[in-house]
T-cell receptor, first 113, second 112 residues
Framework: KNEVEQSPQNLTAQEGEFITINCSYS?????LHWLQQHPGGGIVSLFM???GKKKHGRLIATINIQEKHSSLHITASHPRDSAVYIC???????????????FGKGTHLIIQP | DTEVTQTPKHLVMGMTNKKSLKCEQH?????MYWYKQKAKKPPELMFV???????INESVPSRFSPECPNSSLLNLHLHALQPEDSALYLC???????????FGPGTRLTVL
């Protein structure tokens, strides 16, 4: 079973700051997901990446497959970025094809005005 | 349409009740998932349907019974639940393989 560790668990920052959230996992993977969950429960997929770097607006995700590590960066952070950010990898228990996700514990981010 | 819908939004049930949660998607995805999320915890995978074939998390109790009537629809039948089963139940769908998962808004279940 893949273990997924995230840090920090909680992060409070001022508006405009550069934010970094880290994720490490124990077993080699084909892809890693970054997701966002707002209060009330809705989960939105931000990125799925298997190598290198992806960028969407102010969000950047990077992954180092050899080191089993990924980071999510937020540039010019804004109070509306306040949410829980979760990294996830394939659970590995369907043996291939479609597979559910194993989630990290999440990072609770608060951006203060 | 990139939406996954779930009904009901909220459900309160007694331990002797039988109820069902419903999930629907019209994105042509052939994989659908049920997750359970307790407060302040990450979601935990319960079931996976791929091309309407079920894969089960062996730790999920038999009082939870999934059903996939067709590739667009996923149900979770609930029977004789316990108060500790109170949680947010999330449905998701994706294409086959390591693809982006689209989540529904969830059903918040309270068992009295």
């Amino acid at each position: 079973k893949n273990e997924v560790e995230q840090s920090p668990q909680n992060l409070t920052a001022q508006e405009g700051e550069f934010i970094t959230i880290n994720c490490s996992y124990s077993v080699g993977i084909s892809a890693l997901h970054w997701l966002q969950q707002h209060p009330g429960g809705g989960i939105v997929s931000l990125f799925m990446l298997s190598s290198g770097k992806k960028k969407h607006g102010r969000l950047i995700a990077t992954i180092n497959i050899q080191e089993k590590h990924s980071s999510l960066h937020i540039t010019a952070s804004h109070p509306r970025d306040s949410a829980v950010y979760i990294c996830a990898v394939r659970s590995g228990w369907t043996g291939g094809g479609a597979d559910g996700l194993t989630f990290g514990k999440g990072t609770h981010l608060i951006i203060q005005p | 349409d990139t939406e996954v819908t779930q009904t009901p939004k909220h459900l309160v049930m007694g331990m002797t009740n039988k109820k069902s949660l419903k999930c629907e998607q019209h994105m042509g995805h052939r994989a659908m998932y049920w997750y359970k999320q307790k407060a302040k915890k990450p979601p935990e995978l319960m079931f996976v349907y791929s091309y309407e074939k079920l894969s089960i998390n062996e730790s999920v109790p038999s009082r939870f019974s999934p059903e996939c009537p067709n590739s667009s629809l996923l149900n979770l039948h609930l029977h004789a639940l316990q108060p500790e089963d109170s949680a947010l139940y999330l449905c998701a769908s994706s294409q086959e393989g390591p693809d982006t998962q689209y989540f529904g808004p969830g059903t918040r279940l309270t068992v009295l």
